[in-house]
């Protein structure tokens, strides 16, 4: 199996939160430009990378440390599952599904012009076999939010744009992905440097 292992995430920047904050805008045109490696790391390290002494303590809040996420790096060269431990890539498929999810999100073209599209499912499984239904209709939704807000706001401290995408046909993204039957997709954030 193919994999990246990415580079080591940085603890400081040159922004602060609060200007983060106030800088934040949802953004859908991007230049071209690839992402480096570096960036698409930082990215997927402030949304669910490990910041603690085991696995579930993860930069975002999860509901009794379940951890229900799973966040894909879609790329021209394909699809990448991102695994919190080992701060690394996996390859999940090969080829540019970029404009495919233009198509199950209902003709949203700008999913096609951002360079990563990180595409988010969770395995409501885990968080259900402890809460019940209450996992499902609030624990889950709850924690993509924090998790996609981390990203968003990362990307506005590298200097990058976003914006975050519900609007799709469930089932299509998930057979663009190639979902694991477990995994219901949540979100797609395109990511890439703003069009000025």
Known sequence: ???ITLPA???DGPMSLEAAIAARRSVRAYRPDDLSLEEIGQLLWAAQGITGDRPFKRAAPSAGGRCPLEFYACRADGVW???PEGHRLELHLEGDVRPALVEAAW????LAQAPVVFAVSGVFARTTSRYGDRGRIRYVPMDVGHAAQNLLLQAVALGLASVP???FDDAAVARVL???GDQEPLYL???GRPRR
């Open 1 to 3: 199996m193919k994999e």
């Open 9 to 11: 995430p940085r603890l």
């Open 81 to 83: 599952h991102y695994r």
């Open 107 to 110: 003709g949203q073209k700008f």
């Open 165 to 167: 995408v519900g609007a």
């Open 178 to 180: 190639r979902l694991p």
């Open 189 to 191: 954030l395109p990511v």
